[in-house]
């Protein structure tokens, strides 16, 4: 498969993969359709401008099931050796987040979850200590455990265009604010629960 990398940065494993500029330009032009629709815009976890479940018939026309379930298989069969029978996908969501919102930290229902990047803004800010050595503005933190000798808790991603990340619904995540851009960062999640043949 390509554009499939397996990170593993503590205890459990997560994935990267890429989306194609195809499905990155039919979503965005999806959202830009919906936008202004305030009947689909809902109120989910995060403390974000704009929140909407993407409709399950978009979903089907463009085979997003099909594109998450395929790296999920191969995932799951090469860690822990299971081969997945079916893969329902619960619901999938689009999120608009602008400069100052930001996504607590909080985890999913189903098996597994995941996000990736259709809009970043150039520029995420600055932090407000210009010596730290970490910028986190924007960026996804994944959470696991506690920090050990040789043993991360956390893993910062930093989004770009086009990167999926599929990790267990039960990883505890937050996405920072970030500054300094009237940009919009938008991406796309999903749950999706699985049944197992073995």
């Given at each position: 498969?390509?554009?499939?990398?397996?990170?593993?940065?503590?205890?459990?494993?997560?994935?990267?993969?890429?989306?194609?500029?195809?499905?990155?330009?039919?979503?965005?032009?999806?959202?830009?359709?919906?936008?202004?629709?305030?009947?689909?815009?809902?109120?989910?976890?995060?403390?974000?401008r704009?929140?909407?479940?993407?409709?399950?018939?978009?979903?089907?026309?463009?085979?997003?099931?099909?594109?998450?379930?395929?790296?999920?298989?191969?995932?799951?069969s090469?860690?822990?050796?299971?081969?997945?029978?079916?893969?329902?996908?619960?619901?999938?969501?689009?999120?608009?987040?602008f400069?100052n919102?930001?996504?607590?930290?909080?985890?999913?229902?189903?098996?597994?979850?995941?996000?990736?990047?259709l809009?970043?803004?150039?520029?995420?800010?600055?932090?407000?200590q210009?010596?730290?050595?970490?910028?986190?503005?924007?960026?996804l933190q994944?959470?696991?455990?506690?920090?050990?000798?040789?043993?991360?808790?956390?893993?910062?991603?930093?989004?770009?265009?086009?990167?999926?990340?599929?990790f267990?619904?039960?990883?505890?995540?937050?996405?920072?604010?970030?500054?300094?851009?009237?940009?919009?960062?938008?991406?796309?999640?999903?749950?999706?629960?699985?049944?197992?043949?073995?």
């Open positions: 498969m390509d554009n499939y990398e397996v990170l593993k940065p503590f205890g459990p494993s997560i994935i990267k993969i890429r989306m194609s500029t195809d499905m990155i330009s039919e979503i965005n032009n999806y959202v830009d359709l919906i936008i202004l629709d305030k009947e689909k815009s809902k109120n989910l976890i995060g403390k974000v704009q929140e909407f479940l993407m409709e399950v018939e978009f979903m089907k026309k463009i085979k997003w099931a099909e594109f998450l379930a395929e790296p999920t298989s191969k995932w799951l090469d860690e822990v050796n299971k081969k997945i029978k079916n893969f329902q996908l619960i619901k999938s969501w689009v999120v608009r987040q400069q919102d930001y996504n607590p930290v909080h985890w999913h229902t189903g098996h597994i979850s995941g996000v990736g990047y809009k970043v803004p150039s520029d995420l800010g600055n932090t407000s210009p010596n730290k050595r970490t910028n986190e503005n924007g960026k994944l959470i696991f455990g506690s920090p050990n000798l040789l043993s991360k808790s956390t893993y910062l991603i930093k989004p770009e265009v086009g990167d999926f990340y599929l267990p619904n039960y990883l505890m995540h937050t996405v920072y604010p970030f500054s300094g851009t009237n940009e919009e960062r938008r991406s796309v999640s999903f749950n999706a629960n699985l049944e197992f043949s073995n």
